[in-house]
C-alpha cells in the first residue's frame, strides 16, 4: 500500500466542517482511496472510498485532486460524536497482498 | 456491509493463561483478517486466516503464541497463548469489502492481562 502521511490531530467545535487532507505521492494507478473512522473500543467503520474526483455519501465527502497525489476527507456540520480517530489508506487489496496497512491516523476532536 | 460478530467483548486475564477469542461472518468470506491495536496505536495486522489452509502470519507474530483456526466460511478464532501484560491490547477480526480497500470489522475484544 502507498504510504500516507496525514495530521496527527485536529480540534474542531460543533457545526464546522472539518477538512483532513492525506498526503499519498506514491499513489499507483489501480490505487483506490479510502478512509475509515474509529471511536474509542470500537473496530474501525469504513466511511467513504474514491479513485478520482470527489465522492459524496450521507457521511463524508471525499475531494481528489487530478494528480490524485492527496485527497481531503470533509465532514460537513460535524457533532460531538464525530470524535475519533480517522485513517486514509490507498492501495487495492489484491495488489497489496490482501493486507491492509493502517497509519496513525488523525485524531479529531470535537468541542462544544 | 457485512456483519462481524466477535466474542468476547472484552476480559481480565491471569498471566500465563490462554485466551480464545470467535469471529462470526455473517456471510461467506475466503479470507479473515486478524488485528492487534495496543493502547493508543494503530491497527497492526497479526496474520490472514483462510478456509482449508493454514493461517499466514505478518513478521513479529507466530503461529505458536497466536494460533488460528479457519473451520468454515463464516468463522475464525484466534488464540493468544501464555499471556503476558505486554498482550493487553485490542484485538479485530475483518473481512475483505469488495474493492479497493474496503474492509469492515468486528467492535474487537479488549484484552486485558494481569
Known amino acids: 500500500l502507498a504510504k500516507t502521511t496525514q495530521p496527527i490531530s485536529m480540534d474542531s467545535y460543533e457545526g464546522q466542517e472539518v477538512n483532513i487532507t492525506c498526503s499519498h505521492n506514491n499513489i499507483a494507478t489501480n490505487d483506490y482511496i479510502t478512509w475509515y473512522q474509529q471511536f474509542p473500543s470500537q473496530g474501525p467503520r469504513f466511511i467513504i472510498q474514491?479513485?478520482?474526483t470527489k465522492v459524496t455519501n450521507e457521511v463524508a465527502s471525499l475531494f481528489i485532486p487530478a494528480d490524485r497525489k492527496s485527497s481531503t476527507l470533509s465532514l460537513p456540520r460535524v457533532s460531538l460524536s464525530d470524535t475519533a480517530v480517522y485513517y486514509c489508506l490507498v492501495g487495492v487489496f489484491k495488489a497489496a497482498g490482501n493486507k491492509l496497512t493502517f497509519g496513525g491516523g488523525t485524531r479529531v476532536l470535537v468541542k462544544p | 456491509s457485512a456483519v462481524i460478530s466477535q466474542k468476547p467483548s472484552r476480559d481480565i486475564c491471569q498471566r500465563g493463561t490462554s485466551l480464545t477469542i470467535q469471529c462470526q461472518v455473517d456471510?461467506?468470506?475466503?479470507?479473515m483478517f486478524w488485528y492487534r491495536q495496543q493502547p493508543g496505536q494503530s491497527l497492526t495486522l497479526i496474520a490472514t486466516a483462510n478456509q482449508g489452509s493454514e493461517a499466514t502470519y505478518e513478521s513479529g507474530f507466530v503461529i505458536d503464541k497466536f494460533p488460528i483456526s479457519r473451520p468454515n466460511l463464516t468463522f475464525s478464532t484466534l488464540t493468544v497463548s501464555n499471556m503476558s501484560p505486554e498482550d493487553s491490547s485490542i484485538y479485530l477480526c475483518s473481512i475483505f469489502g469488495g474493492s479497493g480497500t474496503e474492509a469492515f470489522f468486528g467492535q474487537g475484544t479488549r484484552l486485558t492481562v494481569v
Open positions: 456471510s461467506q468470506v475466503t479470507m
Open positions: 474514491g479513485y478520482k
